[in-house]
């Protein structure tokens, strides 16, 4: 089947504009997570939403951020007035969450944002 | 104090070697424990979990100390193949926690 899908794949654009990086998940995951990775670095933890429950946005670097997912499925990654410090790769992944325990996530392909 | 915290590395090894990477973790209430590795440019993707009683995946050794809050990946007769960069990932209440990774580079 398919897997975790994003959107765009590669987005440039000009300080202070806003984007909008979109998530697909795998049809049926009811968690879902995004993170951030800077050239050579680990991943950031940025936000994670788990079926109806309220977001886990404890990693979101600024109110510049802000994420939805609509209809338990969707995701849509939102950085208003983007500084040049938010240029990174973009990761969504998405798990079937079975008890406790079992939750390999899996990964999209990324975005990777530049901003000039 | 970062979450989980790893060795950077870089880990740079013959082929053949044997390497250990090292993992700890901040939170003791943590669940449940994975390894990813993550090719160059591509996005993460599972090696395994840790089990409590260590688990062993062909030449991957994976332990477990939850009274030292620590984990460990042992890799055995290193192949090129095995170059990546290793992620130590804790669970907790389904919410992952991933460490900056181990770069490993095996070289010929």
């Known amino acids: 089947g398919a897997g975790v899908s994003q959107s765009p794949s590669n987005k440039v654009t000009e300080k202070g504009k806003d984007v909008e990086l979109r998530c697909d998940p795998i049809?049926?995951?009811?968690?879902l997570y995004w993170y951030r990775q800077s050239l050579g670095q680990g991943l950031e933890f940025l936000i994670y939403f788990q079926g109806n429950s309220a977001p886990d946005k404890s990693g979101l670097p600024s109110d510049r951020f802000s994420a939805e997912r609509t209809g338990g499925s969707v995701s849509t990654l939102t950085i208003q007035r983007t500084q040049q410090e938010d240029s990174a790769v973009y990761l969504c992944a998405s798990s079937l969450v079975v008890g406790q325990g079992y939750n390999e996530q899996f990964f999209g392909p990324g975005t990777r944002l530049t901003v000039l | 104090r970062k979450e989980v915290e790893q060795d950077p590395g870089p880990f740079n090894v013959p082929e053949g070697a044997t390497v250990a990477f090292n993992c700890t973790y901040s939170n003791s209430a943590s669940q449940s424990f994975f390894w990813y590795r993550q090719d160059c440019r591509k996005e993460p993707k599972l090696l395994m979990s840790v089990y409590s009683s260590g688990n062993e995946d062909g030449r991957f050794t994976a332990q477990l100390n939850r009274a030292s809050q620590y984990i460990s990946l042992l890799i055995r007769d290193s192949k090129l193949s095995d170059s990546a960069t290793y992620l130590c990932?804790?669970?907790?209440?389904?919410?992952?926690?991933f460490g900056a990774g181990t770069r490993l580079t095996v070289k010929p």
């Open positions: 049809s049926g995951h009811t968690a």
């Open positions: 990932v804790v669970n907790r209440n389904n919410d992952m926690r």
